[in-house]
Structures are given as structure tokens and as C-alpha cells.
T-cell receptor, first 115, second 113 residues
Framework: AQSVTQLGSHVSVSEGALVLLRCNYS??????LFWYVQYPNQGLQLLLK??????LVKGINGFEAEFKKSETSFHLTKPSAHMSDAAEYFC?????????????FGRGTSLIVHP | EPEVTQTPSHQVTQMGQEVILRCVPI?????FYWYRQILGQKVEFLVS????????KSEIFDDQFSVERPDGSNFTLKIRSTKLEDSAMYFC???????????FGPGTRLTVT
């Protein structure tokens, strides 16, 4: 069965600093991996996803993530944080190869951006 | 841009009462989902719905829960007799087909007192 661990329920960065949100997954088959963002009072919005192919995935708002099979990781990064990036971020995994398209979510990481 | 909508945004109910949470998925989508998030915990899958029937459900989705697509646009989650532990944010999602991304609604915050 798939699972996701997000290290750190809160991450605090200064505006302009590097953003790094960590995600490790467990999957018995090749996974699909996702990062979602949730702004206050809004639904989850897909930032980026990895299915197959290139392991470095670029998403919206300048975010990217790299699938590292050897480390079972899919960390989210952004070179320079904006105040508008403050939100809740969720990593998720699904196992289409195993017949499951339903994503399993992590607990979420709250990104705080200081001026 | 089309979006998933949910009503109400916040519902307060007393323990033992029935509640119905409503969702309007994106119009050309065929797969529909409910998730919940208890405060401070993970987003958890409840149920998926396709072709007018439940296609998958989690162990959370017990007999007190039911889903329905009463017309061509709405998708509802009914909780028959609410418990304190049902207090959570409930998200609806839809997608065009299984391999596409899911689009989430803004959620309904359910508070059971």
C-alpha cells in the first residue's frame, strides 16, 4: 500500500530564500507523485505531477520537484520565495500500475514566508 | 476556467442529525470523489463515484455515509447520524478520466456539536 511522509508540519523562510519542502513516499509499484497547494479558504490545486519520463518536473508558480527513486523522495523546491507562496502544501502518491488511481496524501506542510 | 463548487462553506450541526454536503463537479467530468481532512491530519479518501455507482470506498465510508448524483450536475455526500468525530473539512473532487488530474472544490467545514 502506498504512503507519504512530509517532514515538517511548518517551514518558515524569508522572502527571496530557497524553498524546500520534503516528501518521502512508499510504494510497491512505480508511483505517480503529486504536489498540491491549498490557499486559505480554497480547494487543493495541482502544482505539478510526476508520472513517467523526466525525473525533474516543473510546475506552476516557479516550483519544481525531482523524483529520486533510490531515495524514495519527491521534494518540492523553489529558488526564491514570494509572500504569495504562503500556503499549505500536500504531497500525494498513487499507484496506477497497481490499479489504484486514488491518491494518498501526506499531512501537509504549512509554508510561512517572512518579509 | 471551470471549477468545482461546494455548498455550504461551513455547516454546524448537532450530534445525531443528518447533513447533506453538496458539490457541483466540472460539467464534462465523469469521476467524482469525496475526501475529508480532520483538523491537523491528512486528507483522507472517502469514496469515488463513476457511472452512477460507487467504484471505490475506504474503510471510513461506513453505513452512515452515502453518496448520490441526483441530477446531471450535483454530487452529494450524506451523513446519516453525525458524530463528534465527523467534524472535518470535506472536499469534493472530479476528473474527466482516471489518468487526468483531480480538480478539488474549496471544501465544506463541518462542525458537529
Amino acid at each position: 500500500a502506498q504512503s507519504v511522509t512530509q517532514l515538517g508540519s511548518h517551514v518558515s523562510v524569508s522572502e527571496g530564500a530557497l524553498v524546500l519542502l520534503r516528501c518521502n513516499y512508499s510504494s510497491s509499484v512505480p508511483p505517480y507523485l503529486f504536489w498540491y497547494v491549498q490557499y486559505p479558504n480554497q480547494g487543493l490545486q495541482l502544482l505539478l505531477k510526476y508520472t513517467t519520463g523526466a525525473t525533474l518536473v516543473k510546475g506552476i508558480n516557479g516550483f519544481e520537484a525531482e523524483f529520486k527513486k533510490s531515495e524514495t523522495s519527491f521534494h518540492l523546491t523553489k529558488p526564491s520565495a514570494h509572500m504569495s507562496d504562503a500556503a499549505e502544501y500536500f504531497c500525494a502518491v498513487s499507484e496506477p500500475a497497481g490499479g489504484s488511481y486514488i491518491p494518498t496524501f501526506g499531512r501537509g506542510t504549512s509554508l510561512i514566508v517572512h518579509p | 476556467e471551470p471549477e468545482v463548487t461546494q455548498t455550504p462553506s461551513h455547516q454546524v450541526t448537532q450530534m445525531g442529525q443528518e447533513v447533506i454536503l453538496r458539490c457541483v463537479p466540472i460539467s464534462n467530468h465523469l469521476y467524482f470523489y469525496w475526501y475529508r481532512q480532520i483538523l491537523g491530519q491528512k486528507v483522507e479518501f472517502l469514496v469515488s463515484f463513476y457511472n452512477n455507482e460507487i467504484s471505490e470506498k475506504s474503510e471510513i465510508f461506513d453505513d452512515q455515509f452515502s453518496v448520490e448524483r441526483p441530477d446531471g450536475s450535483n454530487f452529494t455526500l450524506k451523513i446519516r447520524s453525525t458524530k463528534l468525530e465527523d467534524s472535518a473539512m470535506y472536499f469534493c473532487a472530479s476528473r474527466r478520466d482516471r489518468s487526468n488530474e483531480q480538480y478539488f472544490g474549496p471544501g465544506t467545514r463541518l462542525t458537529v456539536t
